[in-house]
């Protein structure tokens, strides 16, 4: 059984109130006890005084003694009197020394308990002497009420001297059930103080228990408010006791839970998103089938689901029920299992595997699930598998650029040795005849030589594109890069007038790239902007953060533009615009930006210049804020 502090309290006031009371009690009556049978014995001494000194009148002689007794009308009234008036006494009597008795009072009585005196008047009879009431007053306390309680009868005795020679005895009984009569009447009144002690002592004890236990109620409260997730809880308990002491502790308690809240709330958000931002579906339902979570690429995949609230219980038709009903029977990961799940249109075939959750105790929790669209995986498998081909053909050109290149060395060659025999036998250049018929064959030749050496431009432009790069990714500085850049184009930039500001903040987040590669496109941009400003301008490189992933660096130019038909092709390998231009540049400035996952834009007004937008990633990506 479970008792609250407040009866305990109760009971222990009650029980120790009882205890005393109880004690006070009985040594109250002890003490009336005593008190009555001194009484009693004092009393009925003084009357066999009185009747022993009656008697000492009466009696002249010893042989007359007995008759004189007997007959004697103010023995009588005495011994009458004392058994009539006196409230203990229930028998008077005188006996002889042969304890034979000389008178009694009083007459026979049929309510008389003893039945000896009922019967017959004891006069003439043997009356067997009792135990005196001096002995029960010598004994102690339980002695006393053990006697009282006896029902047992007591005498006061007064031996009687007649001309000094013992003559007999004046004996008085006490009745001690008349005694414990009168006693009960008068510890009455005491109990029922006793009792009314008691009542107090209950309601006092619990008015001063709800008094005493309103602090414990208040942290209770407050405790309850805080198991609710309530913020800021502060009790306001009184100072001054221990309670107040234990009130500030659990304020300082609840401002740090509070914290340590917040804290949690700002992680989860993060983590929500992480988990939203991924391909896979993603739901977690728990053991009654309600959905708890479910993530954008989850709701998107599943009809159905779109609207369904969190909390919410899962419909019949909800794809993966049986696979989650199995997790929660076996408590057994399952999966992946290939499931057709209806889609806008026919079917979707996913890969689902469902892991069971539970608390730290070992309780099952729910169901984690995680779908994954197979198709989106063949579309990856086709984009890697595509992606493969292009490199191998990426590598057979470059191998079959390089078997081109040979023969052209051993052409451009044997032109000249050509040349030369020519110029042994003939005319230069064919301008001036030789005698010989030598045809006028040397500009031919020259043609073929200045071909076989564009030829050879654009194997050499195909074999630097295409060799493969290593990327060594490192944080990259981009103030310091942009104006390593701008000291290696001042020379260029001064001889046309061309004016370079760089604007890039040095405090701005590192990206992360291969230096050696990004200086080279920014060389390239560079010289572009200088090559479309030959009256003079302005070159101007600036950089901001976008987003907390990337960085975006503008280089701008205030040159002659570019053309809107030549916009789409800017970036194909081998388009220029310029007598002596490669085409190169801006393709290598391409694939730079791609390779480190980044992405060029370009903006141009056709006279008043052009701007490359260059987007690339951050070194470090800031903790807090994954989105
Ligand atoms: N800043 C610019 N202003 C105007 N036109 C430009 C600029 N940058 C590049 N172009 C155009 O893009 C073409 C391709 O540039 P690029 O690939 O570097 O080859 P190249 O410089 O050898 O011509 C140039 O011929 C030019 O027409
Ligand atoms: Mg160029």
């Not at 800021?232 to 107040?244: R, S, T």
């Not at 892991?355 to 995680?370: D, F, I, K």
């Not at 001889?495 to 992360?512: D, F, Q, R, W, Y």
Request: proline share 6%; with cysteine.
């Amino acid at each position: 059984m479970r008792l609250s502090l407040k009866t305990k309290q109760a009971l222990g006031v009650t029980i120790t109130v009882g205890v005393v009371v109880c004690i006070l009690s009985l040594i109250n009556l002890a003490t009336l006890t005593r008190v009555s049978l001194a009484e009693s014995k004092m009393r009925n001494e003084m009357l066999a005084a009185f009747i022993f000194r009656r008697a000492e009148t009466v009696v002249s002689s010893r042989e007359q003694g007995v008759e004189q007794l007997r007959t004697d009308p103010h023995i009588r009234d005495l011994l009458d009197s004392t058994t009539a008036y006196e409230r203990n006494v229930s028998y008077a009597a005188i006996v002889d020394a042969k304890n034979v008795v000389v008178a009694y009072s009083p007459e026979p009585d049929p309510d008389v308990r003893d039945p000896q005196l009922r019967a017959r008047n004891p006069e003439g009879q043997m009356l067997e002497p009792q135990s005196q009431i001096d002995e029960l007053l010598e004994g102690g306390i339980f002695s006393q009420l053990q006697g009282v309680l006896s029902d047992r009868p007591f005498e006061v005795q007064l031996p009687m001297f007649i001309r000094r020679e013992p003559f007999g005895t004046i004996r008085i009984g006490v009745s001690t059930l008349l005694i414990w009569q009168d006693l009960k009447s008068q510890l009455q009144p005491t109990l029922w103080i006793a009792l009314a002690a008691l009542v107090v002592a209950v309601v006092v004890s619990m008015v001063f228990s709800n008094w005493m236990l309103r602090p414990i109620h208040v942290l209770k409260a407050g405790l309850a408010r805080l198991g609710k997730g309530e913020e800021g809880v502060q009790l306001d308990l009184p100072p001054g006791d221990e309670f107040a002491d234990l009130g500030s502790s659990f304020n300082i308690l609840s401002a740090e839970l509070s914290a340590v809240r917040a804290k949690l709330a700002g992680h989860a958000p993060g983590v929500e998103s992480v988990v939203d931002q991924l391909e896979d579906a993603v739901a977690v339902v728990n053991t009654k089938r309600e959905l708890v979570f479910a993530n954008a690429a989850f709701r998107s995949n599943v009809p159905g689901l779109a609207d369904i609230a969190e909390g919410e219980t899962l419909a019949d038709d909800f794809p993966y029920r049986r696979l989650v009903a199995r997790v929660l029977e076996t408590g057994e990961p399952q999966g992946p299992l290939a499931i057709d799940v209806p889609a806008a249109e026919g079917t979707v075939q996913q890969s689902v595997t469902a892991h069971p959750l539970s608390e730290a105790t070992g309780r099952p929790m729910g169901v984690m699930v995680v779908a994954r669209n197979l198709s989106y995986l063949s579309w990856v498998e086709n984009t890697l598998s595509y992606s493969r081909k292009l490199a191998a053909l990426n590598r057979l050109l470059a191998s079959v650029a390089h078997e081109v290149k040979n023969p052209l060395n051993a052409m451009t060659i044997h032109l000249e040795l050509l040349k030369q025999k020519l110029r042994a036998s003939g005319g230069e250049l064919g301008a001036e005849p030789a005698a010989v018929d030598v045809p006028p064959v040397m500009p031919h030749v020259s043609i073929i030589s200045m071909e076989i050496r564009r030829l050879d431009e654009v194997v050499q432009g195909f074999l630097k594109f295409s060799r493969p790069e290593e990327l060594l990714l490192q944080p990259v500085e981009l103030h310091g890069l942009l104006q390593e850049v701008s000291e290696v184009m001042g020379p260029q930039a001064h001889a046309s007038g061309v004016t370079i500001v760089n604007e890039c903040e040095p405090t701005l987040p590192k990206v992360s790239g291969d230096r050696g590669m990004l200086r080279q496109a920014f060389l390239n941009l560079a010289l572009n902007a200088c090559q479309a400003m030959p009256q003079g301008g302005v070159l101007r490189f600036a950089a901001v953060p976008d987003g907390s992933r990337f960085v975006v660096v503008e280089v701008a130019d205030t040159g002659v533009g570019i053309r809107p038909e030549h916009m789409e092709k800017l970036f194909d390998l081998y388009f220029s615009t310029k007598d002596k231009g490669s085409g190169l540049g801006l393709s290598m400035v391409y694939r730079t930006v791609h390779l480190h996952n980044g992405s060029i834009e370009v903006e141009s007004v056709p006279g008043s210049g052009a701007t490359f937008r260059l987007r690339l990633p951050r070194a470090e990506v800031p903790a807090r804020q994954v989105a």
